[in-house]
């Protein structure tokens, strides 16, 4: 698997209406994300596509299924790109998501991919059919 190279846990802008986070942690719920997710989020100043790195998470924590949606706001994304997610954290991803839709979180698109190469493809495929769809 291909891996980005990063200081750890990085967020930052790709373009206008695009953000990339980079994890390098073994287990998230070491990460503290929230506060910069916000800035972010004022700085571009709507909802934004992210790109999130997994290549060096082996977990996302035992309390992740609890904590996330307090912390994460679908109105904030216009869809995400998860690059390297093992299996496992895919299942934890889709449950999240879907715990998200059902609480009336709203819902936005997700794909994986297996490196930032192709992430950035699929942000850019998402945008231009949002375009269309508009």
Same mark, same amino acid.
């Given at each position: 698997?291909?891996?980005? &190279?990063? *200081? *750890?846990? !990085? #967020?930052?802008?790709?373009? !206008?209406? !695009?953000?990339?986070?980079?994890?390098?942690?073994?287990?998230? +719920?070491? $990460?503290? $994300?929230?506060?910069?997710?916000?800035?972010?989020?004022?700085? #571009?100043?709507? *909802?934004?596509?992210?790109?999130?790195?997994? &290549?060096?998470?082996? &977990?996302?924590? +035992?309390?992740?299924?609890? !904590?996330?949606?307090?912390? $994460?706001?679908?109105?904030?994304?216009?869809?995400?790109?998860?690059?390297? +997610? &093992?299996?496992?954290?895919?299942?934890?991803?889709?449950?999240?998501?879907?715990? /998200?839709? #059902?609480?009336?979180?709203?819902?936005?698109?997700?794909?994986?991919?297996?490196?930032?190469?192709?992430?950035?493809?699929? $942000?850019?495929? /998402?945008?231009?059919?949002?375009?269309?769809? +508009?």
């Amino acid at each position: 698997m291909q891996t980005t &190279s990063a *200081p *750890p846990h !990085t #967020l930052e802008a790709h373009g !206008t209406d !695009t953000l990339i986070l980079r994890l390098n942690a073994a287990d998230l +719920a070491s $990460v503290d $994300v929230p506060g910069a997710f916000q800035e972010k989020v004022r700085e #571009l100043g709507g *909802p934004f596509f992210l790109i999130v790195d997994l &290549s060096d998470v082996k &977990s996302l924590g +035992a309390d992740a299924g609890n !904590t996330a949606p307090s912390l $994460v706001k679908a109105e904030w994304f216009r869809g995400i790109a998860y690059v390297n +997610a &093992s299996r496992t954290i895919k299942v934890m991803i889709k449950v999240f998501n879907l715990g /998200m839709y #059902l609480a009336g979180q709203g819902d936005f698109p997700y794909e994986y991919a297996k490196s930032l190469d192709e992430a950035l493809g699929i $942000v850019d495929r /998402m945008r231009a059919e949002q375009l269309k769809s +508009a």
